[in-house]
């Protein structure tokens, strides 16, 4: 029998004035937009269901994407001036990045090197494989810094799945969690859709972010229909992404 009330709503359309803190919208630097092209392309799908405010995380991964403070702000620069050019004045964009913890990591922060978000904030990841061996004390170096450190993505760290005491020994560890929105579908697979589900029935997610990196994922986020349980548990995690980094 259909049931009114198990209906699924578009996500997107309670992302009016969300502040995405993570994605890979900067052209040409690492696995996001290859060109202007695409990072205009990619903002036009924001704009059009009200995210016009993001701060673009490009990788910093030692041998990867070796990123820094003048490679993200020259190609922050290029694509401020394409707005300019193409008369758009209501999207606001600044950056940050999403700092691998590897073995050069610590040496950034010794440095001064990261380059956190508004309010001491600096997203983090590590790999899907297996964890770093200096993770810990990685995070515990950043908070010494007067960093807050955010894990981006944690459902998405399969070796996670089999060990989730260490989800709540990481928040004890004052680590902050910021959620993929795509992990709410199918598009990560089933596992992670799974472990998000249970973290956020756990009151253990703290931020969100799309990740967006081109224009098929875009098409997935506008695609992805929540039911409405999900959606309550979800709206005051995007205001409070709205709150701390607008």
């Known amino acids: 029998m259909f049931n009114f009330f198990s209906r699924k709503k578009h ?17 040409g630097i690492d696995d996001g937009a290859k060109s202007v092209e695409d990072s205009l392309a990619l903002i ?5 269901f009200g995210v016009q405010r993001m701060i673009a995380t490009p990788h910093i991964m030692n041998n990867y994407y070796p990123n820094n403070n003048q ?14 050019k193409e008369n758009i004045s ?6 940050s990045a999403e700092h691998m913890i590897d073995d050069n990591y610590e040496n950034l922060l010794e440095r001064n090197s990261v380059m956190p978000m ?32 955010i894990l981006a993505h944690p459902e998405r760290y399969g070796f996670l799945h089999f060990r989730k005491r260490k989800y709540k020994e990481y928040k004890e560890q004052g680590m902050l969690f910021q959620m993929n929105l795509l992990s709410l579908g199918d598009y990560y697979g089933k596992e992670v859709s799974k472990m ?16 967006i990196h081109n224009l098929k994922q875009m098409n997935a986020l ?10 309550e548990k979800l709206l005051p995690i995007i205001d409070r992404t709205i709150t701390n980094f607008y």
């Open 118 to 149: 508004k309010g001491n904030y600096i997203l983090v990841e590590m790999s899907y494989l297996q964890p770093p061996i200096n993770f810990e004390e990685a995070i515990t170096k950043t908070s010494e810094q007067r960093y807050f450190p």
């Open 222 to 231: 506008k695609e992805l229909a929540l039911p409405e349980k999900t959606l």
């Open 44 to 48: 036009s799908e924001f704009s059009s």
């Open 11 to 27: 996500l997107i359309d309670h992302l009016n004035g969300f502040v995405d803190i993570h994605n890979h919208i900067l052209p």
């Open 196 to 211: 998000a589900l249970e973290l956020l029935d756990e009151g253990l997610i703290d931020f969100l972010g799309s990740d």
């Open 71 to 84: 490679t993200i702000s020259a190609a922050l620069k290029k694509l401020k001036d394409s707005l300019t």
């Open 90 to 95: 209501d999207f606001f964009i600044e950056a």
